[in-house]
């Protein structure tokens, strides 16, 4: 009769001891356990902390009583095995519960320890308000801590998938949660592109972020302990959860003999066995090669554990027959309403491995648009850029992230490609998905870029292009153009791209881009066909680019940033100045899930026009990027927008009617007047830089503004030399935009007079006659205008053309389009061109 030892519980041991018995009935199998419980669910234990499991017992998979009655294994828990003689085939225990030692023996011994936190040798890690959480103990004593009224403030140290469970439910216990991280994003196990929209969704949630900031040190004040971060910040909690990761827990393996890796894995072959044929290991402790990169990893996952135990116990009874081919570590998680899963490898993971690759990305609703709560997901593949070999996959959204990434990971797992994706049949109905799923469609963009008919780019590199002088062609809609769009870029919808091909160049790289994707396509392929070949289309549109480039700019000024979603009520005023009540107007409600961008404030502009001021529409939508753009478009379009908020994914927004009497343009001080008349403003268009017409610009808006008119000087074109610094940073230009600005004067200094300029003498003699006439020099009449409340707009069209850069205008200038102006101008009773 064989006797199998088993050393670890959970997944891997008493998965290992479970198909062990099921295959060898006569055999002695005894497991121990270090701790008390030998099977449990640890991915469960956050969720038990939140009291989303409200019955401790629940996470009890398995009990040593039930093992023995089912199974007939002997369960020995508070056990630890704290030696192996290979030699004499025994291991040295310790009883934990009874104080004594003994040794076993073994025909075969599977190893399964585990993985314990990391704790690293930080100042003040000792404090008792700083917690690990593996085990049931763990998350009993946090939950004790959180249960006390006295916990309010928390901070999770470590962004990956246990880190942000716990924040999720901490922060639904309704404590403050700061989740702090030393790399620059969450989520280390999906690309940055895509943890940006994971970021934005926890601010949106009340979640503090501290990224690319790592813990310096704890500090004891008592109960309280004060985390402070590597910049200096100092971070207040009542309970800390270290989250930092794991290492293999084989310390006690040291002086066996037993071969081990540098981070302390346990090496094995295709069947599990280490360097001793007597001894087999299994779980979060063993180093296996990558299926993928052939390099060797520790992956710490349940499921991979669980497969592992299966196998190990038919090579112990069958001997080495079937191979383990290892895992591509497919992970999910849930964070507050929004899932996130990967499988295979990241752009971090293929660049490691020196393997070539491309990306394709795409946002799609989850089930057909024309279905209610069709919500939206953004799906991600890296592949190899010849053979169109599956690398990787990542999907963050609402819905059906596990139902895609669980398709890809099958097809990776077989070495599938691009063309499985695109070919890929699923069932297919309106509830359940759409004719051309997600799949298929990063599929198909992966496949055109293969076959040639496009060149996609990723967000990082168009940035980079950009900078680079790269030809930025936005072919939204006008409408989602003044929304919001890539600095720089060019504005012509793909609807008129074929009347306007003139306008693109053909001698510099053109990179394209629409909200998503598609259209950015259609217009590639317009411009391919009309002879264009330095062509590239943005793979995720503009959503992507721009949800990474704003993560980006918050990651780089280093901002503490905490959304709070609003739920107030704004009531509208009469002219009397009497509030209406709102229960004497009309509410509409609007469905515009599953609606593509611009689509749901296209939807929202078309119903607010039937309404009369003062009504409102209650709009969803499930479009991620709604909650910025319905905000944009009520001030652009003087609407108000009562509240907005996010449940499951969709963003439900309250947006009232515009009254003609409030103000839609703040001003220049950024604030919102709650009055104003429109028939009392100023208007006034500057197109010229000669001296004497700057000059008399300023007057008239500081004698308007004097009145008790509220004023807006709208720069363009060669007016924008007004509003240039004498000593502007250097930025970067291509040819034409830095001959512009050597034609154009740097600033008021170097502006000329229209008439009699005289080579510069004439507009001196005018400013020393402005002097000894006590008239102010053009200078303090731009300075007055300021404090005056002008507001001051550059032309960001014309600024494109002229190659004036932002960075080199006076500060306070905003930048706008042809709708600001059309704002400003519609509120004005006077509107100059000068």
């Known amino acids: 009769m064989a006797k199998y030892l088993i050393v670890g519980g959970v997944a891997g041991g008493a998965g290992t001891a479970a198909r062990l018995r099921r295959r060898d009935e006569n055999a002695q199998i005894i497991m121990f356990e270090r701790g008390q419980y030998i099977s449990y669910a640890n991915c469960g234990l956050p969720y038990y902390a939140g009291n989303v499991i409200t019955e401790r017992s629940r996470l009890f998979v398995m009990t040593p009583e039930r093992f023995m009655e089912s199974l007939n294994v002997e369960a020995r828990v508070q056990s630890e095995v704290v030696f192996i003689n290979r030699k004499a085939k025994t291991i040295h225990v310790k009883d934990l519960k009874n104080n004594t030692e003994y040794d076993e023996r073994y025909d075969t011994l599977i190893l399964s320890p585990g993985a314990s936190p990391v704790r690293p040798p930080i100042p003040g890690i000792e404090h008792p308000g700083i917690y690990s959480l593996r085990s049931v103990s763990d998350i009993d004593h946090i939950k004790e801590k959180i249960d006390s009224p006295a916990t309010k403030r928390a901070v999770v140290v ?81 309970i800390v959860i270290l989250s930092i990761g794991v290492r293999p827990d084989t310390a006690f393996l040291k002086d066996s003999g037993i071969e081990l890796v540098k981070n302390g894995a346990i090496k094995v072959d295709p069947f599990f066995t280490t360097n001793d044929p007597n001894i087999r290991a299994v779980g979060d402790a063993i180093e296996f090669a990558s299926p993928l990169t052939k390099l060797s990893s520790t992956v710490p996952l349940a499921g991979p554990a669980n497969k592992q135990a299966r196998l190990c116990a038919d090579a112990i009874i069958d001997g080495n027959k079937r191979p383990y081919g290892g895992t591509i570590a497919t992970s999910i998680a849930k964070i507050f309403d929004m899932t996130v899963a990967s499988t295979g490898l990241t752009e971090k993971g293929v660049k490691a491995a020196g393997l070539p690759y491309r990306t394709a990305v795409t946002h799609a609703g989850n089930h057909a648009g024309y279905y209610p709560n069709s919500r939206q997901l953004t799906l991600k593949i890296l592949y190899h850029p010849q053979s169109g070999k599956l690398w ?32 890929f049949e699923q069932a297919y109905a309106p509830p359940f998905s759409s004719a051309k799923d997600p799949v298929n469609m990063v599929g198909f963009i992966a496949v055109n870029t293969l076959e040639g008919f496009s060149d996609t780019i990723s967000w990082d590199e168009a940035q980079k292009e950009s900078n680079n002088g790269a030809f930025m062609l936005d072919v939204r809609s006008e409408e989602e153009y003044e929304l919001g769009t890539i600095e720089g870029s060019v504005n012509i919808p793909h609807t008129e791209l074929r009347q306007k091909l003139a306008m693109v160049p053909t001698d510099r790289l053109v990179i394209l881009y629409c909200a998503i994707g598609l259209r950015g396509y259609l217009a590639e392929r317009i411009l391919r066909q009309n002879g264009y070949t330095k062509v590239r289309n943005l793979t995720g549109g503009f959503k992507t680019y721009d949800s990474a480039v704003r993560e980006r700019f918050l990651l780089e000024n280093k901002n503490k940033v905490s959304v709070k979603e609003s739920t107030g009520t704004i ?35 078309r119903e607010i026009d039937n309404l009369e001021e003062g009504d409102r529409i209650v709009i969803r939508a499930s479009d991620p990027g709604f909650g910025v753009d319905v905000q944009a478009w009520c001030k652009l379009t003087g609407n108000e927008l009562v509240s907005v908020k996010t449940t499951d994914g969709i963003i439900e927004a309250v947006v009232g009617k515009g009254n003609a009497t409030v103000c839609s343009m703040p001003d220049s001080a950024g604030q919102k007047p709650a009055i104003c008349n429109a028939d009392n403003g100023a208007t006034m268009i500057v197109f010229s830089n000669d001296l004497d017409k700057a000059l008399a610009s300023f007057v008239l808006a500081n004698g308007a503004a004097a009145s008790g008119k509220p004023v807006t000087m709208f720069f363009t074109f060669w007016g924008l030399s007004v509003l240039r610094k004498k000593h502007a940073p250097k930025v970067k230009k291509d040819f034409m935009g830095t001959m512009f600005g050597a034609m154009l004067p740097k600033g008021m200094d170097k502006l000329a007079l229209s008439s009699m300029n005289m080579g510069g003498m004439g507009a001196n003699m005018m400013k020393g006659r402005m002097k000894k006439k006590h008239v102010d020099q053009v200078q303090q009449m731009y300075e007055d205008a300021r404090k005056s409340g002008v507001r ?15 960075e080199e205008l006076l500060d306070g200038v905003e930048i706008g389009g042809v709708a600001t102006y059309m704002g400003a101008a519609s509120e004005s009773k006077i509107n100059l061109f000068i």
């Open 392 to 423: 990787g996959a990542q999907a963050v959204g609402y819905d059906g992230v596990d139902k895609r990434v669980d398709v890809i990971s099958a097809f990776i797992g077989k070495e599938g490609n691009v063309y499985d994706l695109a070919e």
């Open 158 to 238: 470590g962004g990956g998938f246990i880190g942000l469970e716990m924040a999720e439910n901490l922060k639904e216990r309704g404590l403050e949660v700061s989740v702090v991280e030393a790399l620059e994003q969450v989520m280390n196990i999906i690309d940055y592109d895509l943890a940006a929209e994971v970021q934005q969704h926890l601010r949106a949630k009340g979640v503090n972020l501290f990224l690319k900031d790592g813990v310096a040190s704890f500090e004891d004040h008592g109960s309280i302990v004060s985390v402070r971060l590597s910049s200096g910040t100092l971070i207040d909690a009542d």
């Open 571 to 605: 009531n509208h005023l009469h002219e009397d100045g009497s509030f209406r009540k709102r229960t004497e107007n009309k509410i509409l409600s609007v469905d515009a899930c599953g609606l593509q961008c611009p689509g749901p404030i296209i939807r929202l502009k």
């Open 792 to 806: 001051m707009v550059a032309c960001q069209m014309s600024m494109d053309i002229m190659g004036i850069k932002a």
